[in-house]
């Protein structure tokens, strides 16, 4: 059970977080790990896996009328998730980097096999097949796993 008190990073999954003020009423943190500030409530109301889910979805011919009715989002939210793919938003980033650490964890499958496994579902959801996407989706993924792997490191020796 999270402790709302004391959140964890959505980047990094650190849980060395500060309050640091507050956006338009909603309680902001900043972590101490990764240096990014976050906001739980907007986070909450389609959590990162959620929409990545629902681009999968998209991508596998539901229409987008279809995939917003399905998870109460209008059709131009869900179009606004598919350009964030496109364009390699953390958000994104963060939904795959969470699917190959369960690869890893909960199937015992081997860090390489599950980054291509994971690539591939990129390709597919974002239909970005070209070399320069392909490759730098890969080092956004290695680059995040590093860190959350670093910060679990850093929490554990508090
Ligand atoms: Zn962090």
Sequence with gaps: MADMNKPECPSCLGTSVV???????????KCHFCQKNFVLEFEH????????????????????????????ATPETVSRWLSDAKD???WFIEALANGVNYAVVEKSESLEDALEDTVKLYCLVTE????????????KLRELLELRRQSAKFDGSQ
Excluded at 50 to 60: D, H, I, K, Y
Excluded at 128 to 139: F, H, K, M, N, Y
């Design 128 to 139: 970005d097949t070209s070399e320069l996407g392909v490759s730098r989706i890969a080092q």
């Design 19 to 29: 309050r640091n003020g507050k956006v338009r009423g909603h309680q902001r943190y």
């Design 45 to 72: 109301r389609w959590p990162n896996e959620s929409r990545l889910l629902n681009l999968l979805l998209l991508a596998s011919g539901e229409s987008r009328d279809e995939v917003a009715k399905g998870c109460r």
């Design 88 to 90: 390699q938003k953390d």
